[in-house]
């Protein structure tokens, strides 16, 4: 290794923790951002926007940075792999936590959502025959979903509207997990940009209907306007570019972590900006979601006795 790949090796390790907070701060600012705008704008209505906006913005950056018949031939291959995500990574995920922050705030909303990677480990173990289902990853799932039930379902917050919000998150998450999954047999030698931007405008066209329908009695007020723009410039675009930034210069593994911070993030602006409550029933969601993500994808190496292999 000559002096300058080890100066660029260097330079990429100092740039790894303010790149991953900034990622955090991008994604974990789209929940107090949707929590805004739905008191103002149906959830289909305020997605399709976002949408609307991020598509052309990330279409354009695509298409300079790998050309524009280069992108436009991915799209016209990867057509279907932009459908299925566009519809389980974008569209439904996105549409019904938006739906359930109508009734749950958004600290809530994004700790349930940290659970995304249990998810991932839980429908691995039932559909990837390789998978195998360690003590420990059964422990970590125990620990996780225990966590997600602490914030669904003891003394929820806003009675059984509340419940069913926490519950729809957890769906959502389902969906997140299974397009991981997908994307993870399917998709190893796709070109992560172009998926990304063409997931995004196939969500756009499908909630098109929706949003039309849903956009009855709505007030467009600068706070709801300011938050689809927060949404579309700085949770989508630039939460997409940073990413794809961040994964050849650090790795997945490493990129992975952002996962911890996101809702910590989200719980601090909504506190901070919204008045949300720090709540012993959320930080003890939290604690337990991100413990047993920790454990449960590997994260952390807990000692011998929880490495043995349990049969399912």
Known sequence: MNGTDGSRLRGAADAYLPSLIVLSCLWGSSYPFIRVGVRDIGPAALIDARLLIATPLLLAYVAWSHGLRETVAALRRWWLPCVVLGVFNVAV????????EQHIDSGTASITTAAVPLFVVL????FQPDEQATRARLVGLGIGLGGVG????????????????????????????????????QLKNAPGQVLGAGSVAVGALLLLPLAAFDLGGTRVTWSAGASVLGLALLGTVGAQ??????????????????????????????AAWLGEDFTAQKLGGLALILGGVGL??????PSRRLRGTASL
């Open 93 to 100: 995920p996105y549409t019904a936590i938006s739906w359930a």
């Open 123 to 126: 429908l691995a173990i039932r």
């Open 150 to 185: 602490l914030l669904a379902g003891v003394n929820p917050s806003g009675g059984w509207i509340g419940v069913a919000g926490a519950l729809t998150v957890v769906a959502a998450s389902l969906a997140y997990a299974a397009s991981a999954l997908y994307a993870k047999a």
């Open 241 to 270: 570019v940073a990413y794809f930034h961040m994964l050849p210069l650090h790795g997945a593994g490493r990129v992975a972590m952002v996962a911890f911070l996101i809702p910590v993030v989200s719980l601090v602006i909504g």
């Open 296 to 301: 449960g994808s590997g994260l952390w190496t």
